[in-house]
């Protein structure tokens, strides 16, 4: 993994601003702290910063091929899975390879198919190529998301980069906002519309799209979406298929030529993963896997059970580091380490985030990186089986807006009636909605209640799971740690996608057909134990902590978000203990705490980052 930027300037001699492309590499130097390099040739500067996981003695970027007089140079984030058949392939087309990394065969691959070398991708990547010959910068982004990749255009000037802060460095790119980026924030937030950059002057290549950049302008194509057809397995072929697709997934993501461990939860999917794992390693000869858990100093005093956590996961991760024999690793964060990473997260984001889930994530991957480079993570399959609650309440199903977002008129109340009258926040989140539902690819001749649950997983696979991810790769490549999503596996994804309801509820359980695809891998208790999200800490001292930082900020007369939220409606929040405490504010980890943070985080981010609302 790695972090890559650059920018394309037709006018001019870009010899001349080494030094800015130098600027912009060096702010990704978390996500690549192994090496960096340039490269600069008009009209085209490219800048690279590497974590090394594969062929660690080779593969420098940008990469560069010289073909006659035709010139391709790549700069490359991310794994190639099916990287060893396209090889294979691309040595039968006679094409000659110098390293053992992913990235040279990449290049090759778009230097033999051109921009069609996408369709032929299995793996997570955001990539950029000057194409000399067509005098052209081609970029793209994996299927799914799960590489950020973000561009901005000025006049003649074209910029990307991994993250908002590599193209903040460029002067033709301004930390403002506008309207609907104020919106996002406040209304959309923490998720973001796909595509938006949240920044005025900046965007989002959404998960499989291509950009193509020439003198003509941009050029985006959609290369890969959902698709949807009638399901022709019963029910033991699909869990035989889904057991298969995971099998493969899984092996591909587990080859690397640095230490890979897992996250254990001791949830099912979490779970899963490291027994197949394990398997694969005791196939292999590889020794021990390593896992590695989180939690929070006296959660096990103060966790109460409710609807969207049942139980404690700490006797669970037990259970399975008993059971598969693994070397694990426990580490537990307090309040006051959560509360300071608090700044480090939002600036690690370039945005306000998930609070504390986004900074004690950020402190996870940190202690991980101490003894790993690649983790593997259980990430995206309440999106794509249907575990999440509201998969399965009527009221949630027939809420008609985003389900982890269900106290809209709450939040609107939050800013002050100036900014509610400029930016509209319902109609904007009604938009958005409307906008999201409109995409769902419909199958004909489905029931009205099939359709329904088409569009409550169309809108978690590209709404809620791109969330999700941005918090994985952020707080992870943050600390220099690379974690991979098997359940994000393109193939696993859309074979999933037309399960009728009635299979993917095998058992009548959530998730039902992925336990029953691994029957066998998992013990029974651990199989069909009750859903269980990342943790979170349920320490009062939490919430007594970020309640006043955010009361300190509504004293501060110069802090900027008082010319944007109500600040009486906050204080009354504070005042009240159910409210505060309790709030449905954002998915099922966010409540009163969060809001309070979320808040504190606005605050730092528009400080920090300067930022001007126009």
């Given at each position: 993994?790695?972090?890559?930027?650059?920018?394309?300037?037709?006018?001019?001699?870009?010899?001349?601003?080494?030094?800015?492309?130098?600027?912009?590499?060096?702010?990704?130097?978390d996500?690549?702290?192994?090496?960096?390099?340039?490269?600069?040739?008009?009209?085209?500067a490219?800048?690279?910063?590497?974590?090394s996981?594969?062929?660690?003695?080779?593969?420098?970027?940008?990469?560069?091929?010289q073909?006659?007089?035709?010139?391709?140079?790549?700069?490359?984030?991310?794994?190639?899975?099916?990287?060893?058949?396209?090889?294979?392939?691309?040595?039968?087309?006679?094409?000659?390879?110098?390293?053992?990394?992913?990235?040279?065969?990449?290049?090759?691959?778009?230097?033999?198919?051109?921009?069609?070398?996408?369709?032929?991708?299995?793996?997570?990547?955001?990539?950029?190529?000057?194409?000399?010959?067509?005098?052209?910068?081609?970029?793209?982004?994996?299927?799914?998301?799960?590489?950020?990749?973000?561009?901005?255009?000025?006049?003649?000037?074209?910029?990307?980069?991994?993250?908002?802060?590599a193209?903040?460095?460029h002067?033709?790119?301004?930390?403002?906002?506008?309207?609907?980026?104020?919106?996002?924030?406040?209304?959309?937030?923490?998720?973001?519309?796909?595509?938006?950059?949240?920044?005025?002057?900046?965007?989002?290549?959404r998960?499989?799209?291509?950009?193509?950049?020439?003198?003509?302008?941009?050029?985006?194509?959609?290369?890969?979406?959902?698709?949807?057809?009638?399901?022709?397995?019963?029910?033991?072929?699909?869990?035989?298929?889904?057991?298969e697709?995971?099998l493969?997934?899984?092996?591909?993501?587990?080859?690397?030529?640095?230490?890979?461990?897992?996250?254990?939860?001791?949830?099912?999917?979490?779970?899963?993963?490291?027994?197949?794992?394990?398997?694969?390693?005791?196939?292999?000869?590889?020794?021990?896997?390593?896992?590695?858990?989180?939690?929070?100093?006296?959660?096990?005093?103060?966790?109460?059970?409710?609807?969207?956590?049942?139980?404690?996961?700490?006797?669970?991760?037990?259970?399975?580091?008993?059971?598969?024999?693994?070397?694990?690793h426990?580490?537990?964060?307090?309040?006051?380490?959560?509360?300071?990473?608090?700044?480090?997260?939002?600036?690690?984001r370039?945005?306000?985030?998930?609070?504390d889930?986004d900074?004690?994530?950020?402190?996870?991957?940190?202690?991980?990186?101490?003894?790993?480079?690649?983790?593997?993570?259980?990430e995206?399959?309440?999106?794509?089986?249907?575990?999440y609650?509201?998969?399965?309440?009527?009221?949630?199903?027939?809420?008609?807006?985003?389900?982890?977002a269900?106290?809209?008129?709450?939040?609107?109340?939050?800013?002050?009636?100036?900014?509610?009258?400029?930016?509209k926040?319902?109609?904007?989140?009604n938009?958005?909605?409307?906008?999201?539902?409109?995409?769902?690819?419909?199958?004909?001749?489905?029931?009205?209640?099939?359709?329904?649950?088409?569009?409550?997983?169309?809108?978690?696979i590209?709404?809620?799971?791109?969330?999700?991810?941005?918090?994985?790769?952020?707080?992870?490549?943050?600390?220099?740690l690379?974690?991979?999503?098997?359940?994000?596996?393109?193939?696993?994804?859309?074979?999933?996608?037309?399960?009728?309801?009635?299979?993917?509820?095998?058992?009548?359980r959530?998730?039902g057909?992925?336990?029953?695809?691994?029957?066998?891998?998992?013990?029974?208790?651990?199989?069909?134990?009750?859903?269980?999200?990342?943790?979170?800490?349920?320490?009062?001292?939490?919430?007594?902590?970020?309640?006043?930082?955010?009361?300190?900020?509504?004293?501060?007369?110069?802090?900027?978000?008082?010319?944007?939220?109500?600040?009486?409606?906050?204080?009354?929040?504070?005042?009240?203990?159910?409210?505060?405490?309790?709030?449905?504010?954002?998915?099922q980890?966010?409540?009163?705490p969060?809001?309070?943070?979320?808040?504190?985080?606005?605050?730092?981010?528009?400080?920090?980052?300067?930022v001007?609302?126009?």
């Open positions: 993994m790695c972090g890559i930027t650059g920018f394309i300037q037709w006018d001019g001699d870009l010899m001349h601003q080494s030094e800015l492309l130098l600027n912009m590499t060096q702010t990704l130097s996500r690549g702290p192994d090496a960096a390099g340039t490269w600069i040739s008009n009209p085209c490219f800048g690279h910063r590497r974590l996981v594969m062929d660690p003695e080779n593969g420098a970027q940008p990469m560069i091929r073909l006659e007089d035709i010139t391709y140079t790549i700069v490359y984030n991310g794994e190639i899975y099916n990287a060893p058949e396209l090889k294979k392939e691309l040595q039968q087309r006679g094409h000659i390879f110098r390293t053992q990394c992913d990235t040279e065969v990449l290049l090759e691959a778009y230097i033999e198919w051109g921009p069609d070398c996408v369709d032929r991708l299995n793996g997570i990547f955001a990539f950029a190529v000057w194409d000399s010959e067509r005098e052209q910068v081609f970029l793209a982004r994996d299927r799914l998301g799960v590489k950020p990749l973000f561009y901005s255009q000025t006049g003649d000037v074209f910029v990307f980069g991994s993250e908002p802060k193209l903040l460095q002067p033709a790119v301004e930390a403002a906002i506008d309207a609907e980026g104020l919106a996002e924030i406040f209304i959309i937030g923490p998720a973001r519309t796909p595509g938006h950059g949240v920044y005025s002057s900046m965007k989002e290549l998960p499989g799209h291509t950009l193509t950049y020439s003198r003509d302008g941009v050029r985006i194509q959609a290369y890969w979406k959902l698709e949807s057809f009638a399901h022709e397995d019963n029910t033991e072929e699909t869990a035989l298929k889904v057991r697709l995971l493969d997934t899984v092996e591909r993501q587990l080859i690397s030529d640095v230490p890979v461990c897992t996250l254990l939860s001791g949830g099912l999917d979490s779970s899963a993963l490291s027994a197949l794992a394990v398997d694969y390693y005791k196939r292999t000869g590889q020794g021990q896997v390593h896992t590695y858990s989180v939690d929070y100093v006296d959660n096990d005093k103060h966790f109460k059970a409710h609807a969207f956590q049942p139980g404690s996961d700490a006797p669970w991760i037990q259970r399975m580091v008993d059971e598969l024999g693994t070397n694990h426990w580490i537990e964060f307090d309040t006051p380490e959560v509360v300071a990473a608090l700044n480090n997260s939002t600036l690690t370039d945005l306000p985030g998930m609070a889930v900074s004690s994530l950020y402190l996870f991957c940190r202690e991980i990186k101490k003894g790993a480079t690649v983790a593997i993570s259980g995206a399959a309440d999106e794509v089986f249907g575990g609650p509201w998969f399965h309440r009527e009221e949630m199903l027939n809420s008609g807006t985003f389900p982890w269900v106290a809209p008129d709450m939040r609107a109340s939050l800013l002050s009636p100036e900014v509610r009258d400029w930016i926040p319902l109609e904007y989140l938009d958005r909605y409307s906008e999201a539902v409109g995409e769902v690819p419909k199958l004909p001749g489905e029931t009205d209640k099939a359709a329904q649950m088409r569009v409550m997983s169309y809108l978690n590209t709404r809620f799971m791109p969330t999700l991810l941005d918090r994985k790769d952020r707080m992870s490549m943050g600390a220099g690379e974690v991979r999503v098997p359940y994000c596996d393109h193939r696993l994804v859309q074979y999933v996608w037309n399960i009728p309801w009635s299979i993917k509820m095998t058992g009548g959530e998730k057909i992925l336990r029953k695809a691994l029957e066998g891998v998992l013990p029974d208790d651990v199989l069909y134990r009750k859903k269980s999200p990342y943790p979170k800490t349920h320490n009062p001292s939490y919430l007594t902590a970020v309640k006043k930082q955010t009361l300190e900020l509504l004293d501060d007369s110069s802090s900027p978000l008082l010319k944007l939220i109500d600040a009486q409606k906050v204080r009354d929040i504070a005042a009240s203990p159910e409210a505060s405490s309790n709030l449905p504010w954002f998915g980890l966010m409540s009163g969060q809001l309070f943070a979320y808040l504190a985080q606005v605050d730092n981010w528009l400080r920090t980052y300067k001007a609302i126009r």
